[in-house]
C-alpha cells in the first residue's frame, strides 16, 4: 500500500509541470487526497486536496488560480497541474492520503515520498 509522486523538475519561472501522484494497493476514490509542500527551512503546507463527494477540490490561496488538482480513477492517479509557476513554489511536493477534509499534514496517514520541484532561471 503505498502512494508514488513523480514529475517534478526543473522549469523556468512562468512554465508550467504536471505532477502524478499514483497508488497501489488501495482505491484513491475512497479517501482524499492531498498535495503539500516543503521548501527548505520551511515547515510542509497544504497546497491542494481532492475528494469524489463535493466540495470536490481546495486550494492553498497562494496557488489559487494556478494550479489544478484532478483525479483519473482509471488510473488510480491524483494530478497536480501547475501553470504560471514562480521561484517561490520551489519546494518538495508530497501527496497524502487522508480520511477527512482537511488541510491539516497531521489529518493524513500516508504519505508519497516526495518529488522536487525548482523554479529558477
Known amino acids: 500500500v503505498q502512494l508514488q509522486a513523480s514529475g517534478g523538475g526543473l522549469v523556468q519561472p512562468g512554465g508550467s509541470l504536471r505532477l502524478s501522484c499514483t497508488a497501489s494497493g488501495f482505491t484513491l476514490d475512497r479517501y482524499a487526497i492531498a498535495w503539500f509542500r516543503q521548501a527548505p527551512g520551511k515547515e510542509r503546507e497544504f497546497v491542494a486536496l481532492?475528494?469524489?463527494?463535493?466540495?470536490?477540490?481546495l486550494y492553498a490561496d497562494s496557488v489559487k488560480g494556478r494550479f489544478t488538482i484532478s483525479r483519473d480513477s482509471a488510473e488510480n492517479t491524483v494530478f497536480l497541474q501547475m501553470n504560471s509557476l514562480k521561484p517561490e513554489d520551489t519546494a518538495v511536493y508530497y501527496c497524502a492520503r487522508g480520511s477527512q477534509w482537511s488541510q491539516h499534514r497531521n489529518d493524513y496517514f500516508s504519505w508519497g515520498q516526495g518529488t522536487l520541484v525548482t523554479v529558477s532561471s
Open positions: 481532492t475528494r469524489w463527494s463535493r466540495p470536490s477540490t
